[in-house]
């Protein structure tokens, strides 16, 4: 079972500061890339950060400065740290992991920032 199993969302004031967990049966460093995305309410599922099994980073312009995404191949874990969380970054947000041709999503962690 390759599917994604996050953890780590909840309720937090703005300003405060969540961190987000993904794990997956087998090594992480076995997919070539492993990221976060996020759905609101009505909206589409947009891409928050990526990391690749070397180490390199994208995100989201409306997340620079305030998330970070890393890899710890001890735990066999994936973080997404945010910090100064604002109301619009409250959503569902989904680990995946890439293998291509396949993508594997986790069933997502409710993050809700109260203003």
């Known amino acids: 079972q390759v599917q994604p199993v996050e953890s780590g969302g909840g309720l937090v004031q703005a300003g405060g500061s969540l961190r987000l967990s993904c794990t997956t049966s087998?090594?992480?460093?076995?997919?070539?890339?492993m990221g976060w995305y996020r759905q609101a309410p009505g909206k589409q599922r947009d891409l928050v950060a990526t990391?690749?099994?070397?180490?390199?980073?994208n995100y989201a312009n409306f997340v620079k400065g305030r998330f970070t995404i890393s890899a710890d191949s001890a735990k066999n874990r994936v973080y997404l740290q945010m910090n100064s969380l604002k109301s619009e970054d409250t959503a569902v947000y989904y680990c995946?992991?890439?293998?291509?041709?396949?993508?594997?999503w986790g069933q997502g962690t409710q993050v809700t920032v109260s203003s």
């Open positions: 995946r992991a890439d293998r291509p041709p396949y993508n594997y």
């Open positions: 087998g090594s992480i460093f076995s997919f070539n890339a």
């Open positions: 990391i690749t099994s070397r180490g390199s980073t």
